[in-house]
């Protein structure tokens, strides 16, 4: 078992972590604090501790996921919590079971913690009304992705040491994207400055007013930024035609060299994944050692993951 | 029945222009015989009955054109009775039911069923709307002079809005011959499709798909242009946004004749009353901006507005209890109807007589029915009010039989301390 630093008594008011928007700023360092523990813990050898040990998580994912329900496995799995992955394509709620009533059943099986995805907007909070655990969301609808934004934080507090007055662009689907919402309110409470370029049937209404400049121009939204995230266009949730082609996009909205030239010199790029190469970025930037920390976001994502499961747990 | 005199009451009939201290008479029949400050207790006969309103306010029983009721197909959520109950609880004496039923009312059969249901077990007076179109699927028009003989009074699709626009102008130009209320709710399906609050602020915050004001002023612009082409009696069910009500001004200022109406909802919430996904507050039209609710008030106060409704729609905690984009839409509402609107009086948006008005004779005139005055010779039809009394909105204490309040917990000031229909006292406050 390896050893890591105790921290100073955990305080973290939330019983759920359901969004940025509920945090405050001494619970996201609190989050950030613990997370940088687990870095290291993930690069040894023995992997695995028993913080978690005797602890029940259930992972709930009703929208397909990759990296997000294999991190928060792996997130379990190394605090030594027993996780059980449910597969909703086999499960009660497609013979027609509500949100609530596979709550109960599950509720009924005391888990400690239950991670959950979904494709509405809220879900999770509907969730953590009716069951006795802990909700961690891992995605809902377009409107929240936390650990996502918590582990792009963290991936940038890595490189650059910090997130105060850095200028950080989000670009692409900002209407459909629930880590555009998170990196929002967590890059702003941060003190970062953020911009948000898309086209504009891509942009969600009365965005200006969640704190972020808009930008339709790339070169103008990507001007001496230190920070470059690409979204994913996310055509499975769009309804009708928001563009006139994935070419046209790409010539205005992708992420290429030239564009890129405006941004600060050493300026990062992340992507929350997974990418479509040649749709929202060049397919060499993405790969370009110097440039990108897509790959170090996945790895932090894990140890994100580590801390919001041990500090949400510990409520209960 | 022995004739009965209300005395000592503050009587306010807006079609009449009443206001003023006195009585009512209500003869053996359970019409008005008379009413006013002429009205006193100096001289009631000593076999009439007696009754004292101790100063509170006596009104025209309330005509609410818009009500769900469950019957037939969902009475789980809403049957006649129950709609009865709790409509005189809050003062209402006259509803107009909406056709999305299952089926739906459609057909002359169906006027014969509910008016008998209706007649059998409640004690208010229920006037069937008839659906535009069969099956209200917005494609083969409904018998309108047909329905109109068997007692159909209005005309509307109720949730749905007639998308087609060739279909909604020989609607118009059809209707127009048997003299029938044609009543939209207006909403462009495709700019509202997948949308469930207001398009703004909130709905960007909550990652809810918005419904633009847009998808209402658009349809209400294309439905007041064929109204030049092919006159009818023209009524817009709810109107929700800012936009909506400029056009409505400025066509009312070129004497375009239609009338238009407000839910409650619209001008007592706003889309920030959402919250935390509560589903209760997800309707149709939705909550809008602080902004959209403010001009709502000044459309009642200028006449651009003519009615508001209660657009009540029961629904089942089961259909409530799921993601917002999962739950039902619409609130129930006909109890709170009136001291929900009394809120407008008190905080000084809305004077007191036009407010009635805008409950009782205002949507008697657009259905052309005898109710919502103190008219002599009309049926007795009344409410009293203690407009002062403040209370607190509580859903188990509800008579509707669902119990989808979106003003839970609200303290309101006014409550219906009686109720008359024909007459007869049908509710009373303990």
Not at chain 2, 128 to 151: D, I, V
Not at chain 2, 256 to 269: C, D, E, P, Q, Y
Request: hydrophobic share 40%; proline share 3%.
């Amino acid at each position: 078992m390896a050893i890591i630093k105790k921290l100073k008594a955990v305080k973290i008011r939330q019983n759920h972590l359901l969004g940025i928007q509920d945090l405050s700023i001494s619970e996201v360092s609190q989050i950030l604090e613990e997370s940088k523990t687990f870095i290291n813990l993930n690069k040894s050898a023995s992997k695995k501790i028993d913080l978690l040990r005797g602890k029940t998580q259930i992972n709930l994912f009703f929208e397909p996921s990759t990296r997000t329900q294999s991190s928060f496995e792996l997130a379990g799995k190394r605090l030594g919590a027993d996780v059980m992955s449910m597969n909703i394509v086999n499960s009660a709620i497609k013979k027609g079971e509500t949100l609530i009533d596979t709550a109960m059943t599950l509720n009924a099986m005391h888990p400690d913690i239950i991670v959950v995805r979904h494709q509405n907007s809220g879900a999770p909070n509907l969730l953590s009304q009716k069951v006795n655990c802990a909700v961690i969301n891992a995605g809902d609808g377009r409107r929240e992705h936390p650990t996502q934004a918590l582990l792009d934080a963290l991936t940038i507090i890595n490189r650059r040491g910090k997130i105060e007055g850095l200028k950080i662009a989000i670009c692409g689907d900002i209407l459909h994207s629930r880590v555009a919402r998170s990196n929002i309110y967590l890059m702003n409470m941060l003190g970062a400055e953020v911009n948000v370029v898309a086209p504009k049937t891509l942009l969600p209404h009365s965005i200006e007013k969640l704190g972020v400049k808009s930008f339709t121009d790339m070169k103008k939204g990507l001007d001496n930024c230190d920070i470059v995230m690409m979204l994913r266009l996310q055509n499975e949730r769009m309804q009708g035609s928001f563009l006139p082609s994935q070419r046209e996009y790409y010539e205005y909205f992708g992420l290429t060299p030239d564009k890129l030239e405006v941004a600060k010199k050493d300026a990062l790029i992340m992507h929350p994944g997974p990418m479509n190469r040649g749709v929202e970025i060049d397919t060499n930037l993405a790969d370009d050692i110097n440039r990108s920390v897509i790959r170090e976001q996945v790895e932090l994502g894990v140890a994100v993951r580590m801390a919001c499961l041990k500090l949400f747990c510990k409520k209960n | 029945m022995k004739e009965k005199y209300l005395i000592n009451a503050r009587i306010i009939d807006p079609k009449n222009q009443i206001d003023e201290n006195g009585g009512l008479i209500i003869n053996e029949k359970g019409l008005i015989k008379a009413t006013g400050k002429k009205v006193n207790s100096s001289n009631i006969p000593s076999d009439a009955e007696k009754i004292d309103l101790k100063n509170k306010i006596l009104i025209p029983g309330l005509v609410d054109m818009r009500v769900f009721v469950g019957e037939p197909g969902f009475e789980y959520k809403e049957n006649f009775k129950t709609l009865s109950n709790a409509a005189l609880s809050g003062g209402v004496t006259s509803v107009v039911s909406m056709p999305n039923t299952l089926p739906v009312i459609d057909n002359v059969s169906m006027v014969d069923f509910l008016k008998r249901r209706g007649r059998d077990k409640s004690r208010i007076n229920i006037f069937p709307a008839a659906s535009l179109t069969k099956n209200a699927e917005g494609k083969q028009m409904s018998e309108f002079g047909l329905l109109k003989k068997k007692g159909i009074i209005a005309f509307t699709d109720g949730i749905q809005t007639i998308q087609n626009p060739q279909l909604m102008s020989r609607i118009m130009n059809f209707a127009s011959q048997s003299q029938s209320l044609i009543m939209q709710h207006a909403e462009d399906n495709i700019l509202a499709k997948g949308g469930l609050i207001n398009d703004g602020e909130i709905s960007t915050r909550l990652g809810l798909q918005g419904i633009p004001a847009l998808a209402e002023k658009i349809i209400v612009e294309r439905d007041l242009s064929f109204l030049d082409e092919y006159f009818c009696r023209y009524h817009i069910s709810q109107v929700s946004s800012e936009k909506t009500v400029s056009v409505i001004r400025k066509a009312k200022a070129e004497d375009k004749i239609f009338t238009a109406g407000v839910s409650i909802n619209n001008l007592s919430l706003n889309e920030n009353d959402i919250g935390d996904f509560k589903t209760f507050l997800k309707l149709s039209p939705p909550l809008r901006t602080e902004n959209d609710r403010l001009s709502l008030i000044d459309g009642i106060n200028d006449g651009s507005i003519d009615v508001i409704v209660s657009d009540h729609k029961p629904e089942d905690e089961e259909s409530k209890r799921l993601t917002f984009e999962q739950a039902a839409t619409g609130a129930a509402g006909v109890e709170t109807l009136l001291p929900l609107a009394l809120e407008l009086f008190h905080n000084k948006s809305i004077k007191l007589e036009k407010l009635i008005a805008s409950m009782t004779s205002n949507p008697a005139k657009i259905l052309q029915l005898n109710k919502g005055s103190l008219d002599e010779g009309s049926d007795a039809d009344l409410c009293v009010l203690d407009i002062n009394k403040s209370w607190i909105v509580k859903k188990n204490l509800l008579k509707s039989k669902s119990k989808n309040t979106p003003i839970e917990n609200r303290t309101l000031q006014g409550q219906v301390i009686k109720t008359f229909v024909k007459g007869e006292i049908v509710f009373q406050q303990d």
